[in-house]
T-cell receptor, first 115, second 112 residues
Framework: DTAVSQTPKYLVTQMGNDKSIKCEQNLGHDTMYWYKQDSKKFLKIMFSYNNKELIINETVPNRFSPKSPDKAHLNLHINSLELGDSAVYFC??????????????FGPGTRLTVT | LAKTTQPISMDSYEGQEVNITCSHNNIATNDYITWYQQFPSQGPRFIIQGYKTKVTNEVASLFIPADRKSSTLSLPRVSLSDTAVYYCLVGPFSGGYNKLIFGAGTRLAVHP
């Protein structure tokens, strides 16, 4: 059983388009995250979300927005895509308490290529 | 979160023990140390976490000296499948996991 799943695995699109990446977790976790891993392989958190609050990394452009229809899903919407948005995007989840928050389960990633 | 420094890369051979050391000179009293592993084309995977002395699980051991300014991840008898990037993260007990930044990590290559 897949713990954290993402779709699609690959996404190729043109500049200016709007796209979404879906994420689902079946672990019963109450916090979900989105990370971006760029071409230099640095992995940086973009959003952290639970039913109490959304924490946004201040460097994330407002073209990016997380949407959570329920506790098991956190989708990533990206408007007006730019070349620099090309990267691998990872979804993750964890419990929202103390040290458990550091034990995050990651999805397989979505490789986004903007042309 | 406390800044961490790790070697960029390491090489080893199958069957050897590998020790990866992470420096975190500015670690705070309530900070914990967490290690992740990332295989190519996959998301990171939590390996181990600790506060002081020694922690061991089925995958690895984590050694933390008394001053806690460094930590060492020990992988016993590595195999080719242990080839991955290993990340050391340091953060407080509460709330730090919302701000995780994975640095460059240590790229471990295990050779036959």
């Amino acid at each position: 059983d897949t713990a954290v799943s993402q779709t699609p695995k690959y996404l190729v699109t043109q500049m200016g388009n709007d796209k979404s990446i879906k994420c689902e977790q079946n672990l019963g976790h109450d916090t979900m995250y989105w990370y971006k891993q760029d071409s230099k392989k640095f992995l940086k958190i973009m959003f952290s979300y639970n039913n109490k609050e959304l924490i946004i990394n201040e460097t994330v452009p407002n073209r990016f927005s997380p949407k959570s229809p329920d506790k098991a899903h956190l989708n990533l919407h990206i408007n007006s895509l730019e070349l620099g948005d090309s990267a691998v995007y990872f979804c993750a989840s964890s419990q929202d308490s103390g040290l458990a928050g550091y034990e995050q389960y990651f999805g397989p990633g979505t490789r986004l290529t903007v042309t | 979160l406390a800044k961490t420094t790790q070697p960029i890369s390491m090489d080893s051979y199958e069957g050897q023990e590998v020790n990866i050391t992470c420096s975190h000179n500015n670690i705070a009293t309530n900070d914990y140390i967490t290690w992740y592993q990332q295989f190519p084309s996959q998301g990171p995977r939590f390996i181990i976490q600790g506060y002081k002395t020694k922690v061991t699980n089925e995958v690895a051991s984590l050694f933390i000296p008394a001053d806690r300014k460094s930590s060492t991840l020990s992988l016993p008898r590595v195999s080719l499948s242990d080839t991955a990037v290993y990340y050391c993260l340091v953060g407080p007990f509460s709330g730090g996991y919302n701000k995780l930044i994975f640095g460059a990590g240590t790229r471990l290559a295990v050779h036959p």
